[in-house]
């Protein structure tokens, strides 16, 4: 069972990255996901999640509106579009499989994580 992400990179302030979470070895429809962050020296931190449908998600007060998840179950992919990036979003972006939830403990399967760095 293997979560995989993907899209990561550099990129300048105001610019836009999408990050992918691919699934392997398991059906990911029939799990929520989400997308936690960590920046050096900080606590890891939720940013979104989405339902095993789609039918709900959730953001962090500090990318609402900027920020925009969805599934492809066929394709068992989730997907995390991030526009008008700023250099606090610079951070390790993790996704993870389990129960529709801001919390951590919620999650059962996660990524290795792919890197983020917002930078002129």
């Known amino acids: 069972l293997q979560l995989v992400e993907s899209g990561g990179g550099l990129v300048q302030p105001g610019g836009s990255l999408r990050l992918s979470c691919a699934a392997s070895?398991?059906?990911?429809?029939?799990?929520?996901i989400g997308w936690f962050r960590q920046a050096p020296g900080k606590e890891r931190e939720g940013v979104s999640c989405?339902?095993?449908?789609?039918?709900?998600?959730n953001y962090a007060d500090s990318v609402k509106g900027r920020f925009t998840i969805s599934r492809d179950n066929a394709k068992n992919t989730v997907y995390l579009q991030m526009n008008s990036l700023k250099p606090e979003d610079t951070a390790v972006y993790y996704c993870?499989?389990?129960?529709?939830?801001?919390?951590?403990?919620?999650?059962?399967?996660w990524g290795q994580g792919t890197q983020v760095t917002v930078s002129s």
């Open positions: 070895g398991f059906s990911m429809d029939y799990y929520a």
């Open positions: 993870a499989a389990g129960l529709f939830s801001t919390v951590e403990s919620a999650y059962t399967y």
């Open positions: 989405i339902s095993k449908s789609g039918g709900s998600t």
